[in-house]
């Protein structure tokens, strides 16, 4: 039996180009997070975003060094672009339409974007109860609990 030939080195690994990406978005999504007239808003979101980077950096240390995990599949990074355009938008308009609001909507889409489901109200009803569930947790959360300060805008 014949051994199977590895492909031609084609420059970085697809598990390399994929935490570079990462790391790179999550780079913007900290930026986006720096520079607001109150920070005391952004405090939670920038603490996530230190958290996303700092753990982006480590899977891409991770992988440069090869201790990566060799049984990963790869996922089509366009399949993933409906999704990262929703969260720069969502990062974009939390001030202008309020935390709560833009999370819902959001969330709402996210969901029903990668729902598994065929059927139209089955994506419909579940995605709204996620999205009004999750985002409820986050109210109780954020507003009772905690009491923080979250950007209002044109809604709650």
């Not at 990406?21 to 405090?43: D, K, R, S």
């Not at 996530?48 to 990566?68: E, K, Q």
């Amino acid at each position: 039996m014949k051994p199977v030939s590895s492909p031609a080195h084609t420059g970085l690994k697809h598990s390399t180009r994929a935490a570079i990406a990462v790391f790179l978005f999550a780079g913007f999504l900290l930026w986006l997070c720096t520079g607001h007239e109150n920070p005391e808003v952004y405090l939670f979101p920038f603490m996530v975003s230190i958290a996303l980077f700092a753990l982006s950096a480590l899977a891409l240390g991770r992988d440069l060094m090869g201790l990566g995990g060799h049984d990963v599949q790869p996922v089509p990074m366009l399949r993933l672009l409906p999704m990262l355009v929703i969260i720069v938008a969502y990062v974009l308009a939390i001030e202008l339409v309020g935390m709560y609001s833009s999370s819902l909507l959001a969330l709402f889409l996210i969901v029903f974007i990668y729902h598994p489901s065929e059927q139209l109200m089955s994506r419909l009803s579940s995605s709204a109860l996620i999205a009004a569930g999750f985002i409820g947790l986050m109210y109780v959360l954020f507003s009772i609990l905690l009491k923080v300060q979250t950007p209002r805008g044109w809604f709650l």
